[in-house]
T-cell receptor
Framework: DARVTQTPRHKVTEMGQEVTMRCQPI?????VFWYRQTMMQGLELLAY????????DSGMPKDRFSAEMPDATLATLKIQPSEPRDSAVYFC???????????FGDGTRLSIL | RKEVEQDPGPFNVPEGATVAFNCTYS??????FFWYRQDCRKEPKLLMS???SGNEDGRFTAQLNRASQYISLLIRDSKLSDSATYLC?????????????FGKGTTLSVSS
């Protein structure tokens, strides 16, 4: 089965460090989404792309977060500088568009010390 | 009113029980809905899609009430393996190709 692939699976780093998370969407999917999940807030949409163009990143703290899709097989989410409150699980999802649902990667578990 | 609201539970039921979860949504333009299941420390996985009045898949039945803007998920003959968090999902822009808004989830615990 085709899957969304995320790397790294786990990341522990000190505050102030740059963090880069990567996502390879399912081949042929033209929409890519970044979500963050915490116990308190649940799943929050950070940003999403259609055909590599950013459509909405209003859920993302602009001063420290950035999301890009350099090509159709790679989406990145960067945090610089990282802060302890960024600790969460970050999920990438992709979908074929239209009325079809999204499929999630395994997530990146991020801990900022 | 929040976009998608769910009763967080937890719902604690014995094996074999029937359990129902409700979910309300605020965007009347939404046309398709989903139920995802999330196991502890795992990613959400699609359980069911709801495109019209409802959908049935084995022990699981999802129903949609557009007039009242709610979706329900019914699980019959609960199994231990049904223990998970169930996320109600509505598209932000009305179609699934846009971003999905997730409810906070309803936790189900099935015991023997």
């Amino acid at each position: 089965d085709a899957r969304v692939t995320q790397t790294p699976r786990h990341k522990v780093t000190e505050m102030g460090q740059e963090v880069t998370m990567r996502c390879q969407p399912i081949l042929g999917h033209n929409t890519v989404f970044w979500y963050r999940q915490t116990m308190m807030q649940g799943l929050e949409l950070l940003a999403y792309f259609r055909n590599r163009a950013p459509l909405d990143d209003s859920g993302m703290p602009k001063d420290r977060f950035s999301a890009e899709m350099p090509d159709a097989t790679l989406a990145t989410l960067k945090i610089q500088p990282s802060e302890p409150r960024d600790s969460a699980v970050y999920f990438c999802a992709s979908g074929p568009g239209g009325n079809q649902p999204q499929h999630f990667g395994d997530g990146t578990r991020l801990s900022i010390l | 009113r929040k976009e998608v609201e769910q009763d967080p539970g937890p719902f604690n039921v014995p094996e074999g029980a029937t359990v129902a979860f409700n979910c309300t949504y605020s965007n009347s333009a939404s046309q398709s809905f989903f139920w995802y299941r999330q196991d502890c420390r795992k990613e959400p996985k699609l359980l069911m899609s709801v495109y019209s009045s409802g959908n049935e898949d084995g022990r699981f039945t999802a129903q949609l009430n557009r007039a009242s803007q709610y979706i329900s998920l019914l699980i019959r003959d609960s199994k231990l393996s049904d223990s998970a968090t169930y996320l109600c999902v509505a598209p932000l822009g009305g179609q699934a190709g846009t971003a999905l808004i997730f409810g906070k989830g309803t936790t189900l615990s099935v015991s023997s």
